[in-house]
Each structure stands twice: as structure tokens, then as C-alpha cells.
């Protein structure tokens, strides 16, 4: 079998937010969109945002931000120090630019407004 990687999809509590998110701070496309579904087109893959159901929802605090294992990285076409002073300036919590040893990219995390982990990724 071969297969190759599609989507990804996000559980999320508000798709709208998510939404607003990715399309204004990484210029995604929406591809198709209802009430609790969205699927944005970031390139080769898509991003799935799925709203959780509610009754996992009820149980979710206020405030409280969800715990995954899972980072997306996009691959930018600008200098990663403007891409993150960009993103800071909108108030968007960014970590220190880092990179390693005969690696060829600079790298930088950030986390959108539920704390979903991003990495900007850059070129030396």
C-alpha cells in the first residue's frame, strides 16, 4: 500500500476563532465550511478544523487550553525574524528563533489562541 498524508484534522472548541486565525496569520484558504467543520487549504495538506462535541465541550473549563502531542509547522517565504516580530505585535505567543547545527532552517514556535502548537520555518 502507498499512501499519502491528505489532512490533518483539529479538534477544536470554537472552529470560527481557529478559522479567523490560520486564514489571517498564515493566509490559508477556506475550502469548505459549516457550522462545526471547516478545511482550510495550507498547500499539499489540508488543515481540518472539527468542532469537539459537546458533550466532550461541557466538560472543558473556561480558559482552559487543550494538551496534544501534535505541532504544524509552515515553511515561510520571508525572513523568520519579521514573520515573528509580526505575529508578537499581534499579541501571539512566540518562542525564541533556534536552529541546530548542519540544519539548513531557522525555526520558531508559536501557539494560536487554544494553544495548538505552530513552528515557523525558514531557510538559513
Known amino acids: ?9 483539529m479538534y477544536v472548541k470554537n472552529v470560527q476563532l481557529l478559522t479567523h486565525f490560520y486564514v489571517e496569520n498564515f493566509n490559508l484558504k477556506v475550502m469548505e465550511e459549516d457550522p462545526i467543520w471547516v478545511l482550510l487549504d495550507a498547500g499539499v495538506v489540508h488543515i481540518g478544523l472539527h468542532k469537539i ?12 487550553m487543550l494538551d496534544n502531542n501534535t505541532k504544524i509547522v509552515f515553511e515561510i517565504d520571508i525572513d523568520i525574524e519579521s514573520a515573528r516580530n509580526e505575529l508578537v505585535s499581534k499579541n501571539i505567543s512566540m518562542r525564541e528563533i533556534k536552529t541546530f547545527e ?7 514556535d508559536g501557539t494560536d489562541p487554544e494553544g495548538n502548537v505552530f513552528q515557523l520555518k525558514s531557510k538559513k
Not at 500500500?1 to 484534522?9: G, P, Q
Open 1 to 9: 500500500m502507498k499512501a499519502h498524508l491528505s489532512t490533518i484534522i
Open 53 to 64: 462535541g459537546d458533550q466532550y465541550l461541557d466538560q472543558i473549563e473556561e480558559g482552559h
Open 102 to 108: 548542519n540544519y539548513p532552517f531557522r525555526l520558531c
